[in-house]
């Protein structure tokens, strides 16, 4: 069991420390990403975009430390969970956007959005089973 908890902090930190530093290299050209998926006020949206860099790359900091790798779990959580909603909110209202989760999408589509959603949720799994975890 220890390996298994050890495997999933190590790639949920992998996956949001290239994220985080990714989105920290390009934070303007990633906050006209956020943009586009018009759920918040400009102003929002471009404060949103400069911060989730740093947020992302806490998140996975934290998880690299056993002594903070519930917070950090926790954390992941609720951020999966945000960009859940902003892919599934954007579809419904027949968005097609780039998620900018790695990288620039030169041709967004629809099957790239829910290929992200269900790959969200894979990671939003690992992250409960993290943070609910029993401590001894």
């Not at 920290?24 to 404060?47: D, Y």
């Not at 949103?48 to 917070?71: N, Y």
């Not at 954390?75 to 579809?91: E, K």
Request: include cysteine; glycine fraction near 8%; hydrophobic fraction near 55%.
């Amino acid at each position: 069991m220890k390996i298994a908890i050890w495997t999933a902090r190590i790639l949920l930190a992998a996956v949001f420390l290239y994220a985080g530093v990714f989105k920290l290299g390009i934070s303007e050209r990633f906050a006209v990403t956020v943009a586009h998926f018009s759920i918040l006020p400009p102003a929002v949206a471009n404060v949103f975009a400069f911060s989730l860099g740093w947020i992302e790359t806490l998140t996975g900091l934290l998880l690299l430390i056993p002594r903070t790798s519930r917070l950090g779990a926790g954390l992941a959580t609720l951020l999966l969970a945000t960009f859940l909603a902003a892919l599934a909110w954007s579809l419904s209202q027949g968005f097609v956007v780039d998620c900018g989760c790695f990288g620039e999408d030169p041709e967004p589509s629809r099957d790239k959005m829910i290929f992200a959603i269900w790959r969200d949720a894979a990671l939003l799994v690992l992250t409960l089973g993290l943070a609910c975890r029993r401590t001894r």
